[in-house]
């Protein structure tokens, strides 16, 4: 089964300080991990997914196969990146992703 | 392209009403989903539907049905509403294309009330 584990609910950063969002999972195979935003009022929608090494809004993720993480970093972190994120996974063959229980990051001025 | 919409944007029910929600999709897309949206919980799957015609539960399809109408619409009934349904609910779509892992895009939400 696979499952994906945020471990923080709350992560609370002042403004210009470095963020990771943590995010492991559980899965035997090679899976494809995406990371979802969803802003104050808004829609939840894609920020990044591992397969495209893109640098999205100064965030990037590396998929660390050993560690079975894929987690969220900025080096300098803006009060616009408040938002709740949420980390998921799909792989096997199944096009249902798992979704972690998501972590909300609050930016103080 | 409107993307993903759902109505209504608010409800309020009371234990034992019914009511429908709607979602319809603008992209072509095969495969749509219905989740909720609990504090602490993240986004569980209530059901989802891979393709025109087929529909399938997720990890919480008590108390829930579903209609894929055609490939654009899919929508989510609550028959006798309780208090634990009390939630945001979101739709979503994904070309389900069968040949690679594609992103969901969400509709905005709606979000229930019961009383």
């Known amino acids: 089964a696979q499952r994906v584990t945020q471990p923080e609910k709350l992560l609370s950063v002042f403004k210009g300080a470095p963020v990771e969002l943590k995010c492991n999972y559980s899965y035997s195979g090679s899976p494809e991990l995406f990371w979802y935003v969803q802003y104050s009022r808004q829609r939840l929608q894609l920020l990044l997914r591992h397969i495209s090494r893109e640098s999205i809004k100064g965030f990037t993720a590396d998929l660390n196969k050993g560690e079975t993480s894929f987690h969220l970093k900025k080096p300098f972190a803006q009060e616009e990146d408040s938002a709740m994120y949420y980390c998921?996974?799909?792989?096997?063959?199944?096009?249902?992703?798992?979704f972690g229980r998501g972590t909300s990051l609050i930016v103080h001025p | 392209n409107a993307g993903v919409t759902q109505t209504p944007k608010f409800q309020v029910l009371k234990t034992g009403q019914s009511m429908t929600l709607q979602c319809a999709q603008d992209m072509n897309h095969n495969s749509m989903y219905w989740y909720r949206q609990d504090p602490g919980m993240g986004l569980r799957l209530i059901y989802y539907s891979a393709s025109e015609g087929t529909t399938d539960k997720g990890e919480v399809p008590n108390g829930y049905n579903v209609s894929r109408l055609n490939k654009r619409e899919f929508s989510l009934r609550l028959e006798s509403a309780a208090p634990s349904q009390t939630s945001v609910y979101f739709c979503a779509s994904s070309a389900g294309d069968g040949r690679s892992y594609n992103e969901q895009f969400f509709g905005p939400g709606t979000r229930l009330t019961v009383l």
């Open positions: 998921a996974l799909m792989g096997g063959g199944s096009y249902i992703p798992t």
